[in-house]
């Protein structure tokens, strides 16, 4: 059992920059990969980034390569999305997830976090 807690959204304007952390608690020693998602009012939930447990593997959408970094420190159980030049169309509840491999679709992942909001105003 994974239970994971986002934090570090808010309200940003355009070109600004937030960092997202994702505060992971396991009853075990076991690995898992991480990954971010966002959902955007009226539409689906859509993959952003994701990393494996040594941060050997990296994956990006291509809407935020070059602008978001996906990063974890295990010694704390935390992973974290740094975002960079943020958009107005980067305004979404991001959600961050946790699985045994590392994958780009929402069905790969087993544990989800509550999500925190994203504002980027033009």
């Known amino acids: 059992q994974v239970q994971l807690v986002e934090s570090g959204g808010g309200l940003v304007q355009a070109g600004g920059s937030l960092r997202l952390s994702c505060a992971a608690s396991?009853?075990?020693?076991?690995?898992?990969?991480m990954g971010w998602f966002r959902q955007a009012p009226g539409k689906e939930r859509e993959f952003v980034a994701a990393?494996?447990?040594?941060?050997?593997?990296?994956y990006y959408a291509e809407s935020v390569k070059g602008r978001f970094t996906i990063s974890r420190d295990n010694a704390n159980d935390t992973g974290y999305l740094q975002m960079n030049s943020l958009k107005p169309e980067d305004t979404a509840i991001y959600y961050c997830?946790?699985?045994?491999?590392?994958?780009?679709?929402?069905?790969?992942?087993?544990?989800w976090g509550q999500g925190t909001q994203v504002t980027v105003s033009s």
């Open positions: 990393i494996t447990w040594s941060g050997g593997r990296i």
């Open positions: 997830a946790a699985g045994k491999v590392i994958s780009m679709a929402d069905n790969g992942y087993n544990y």
């Open positions: 396991r009853r075990t020693n076991s690995v898992y990969a």
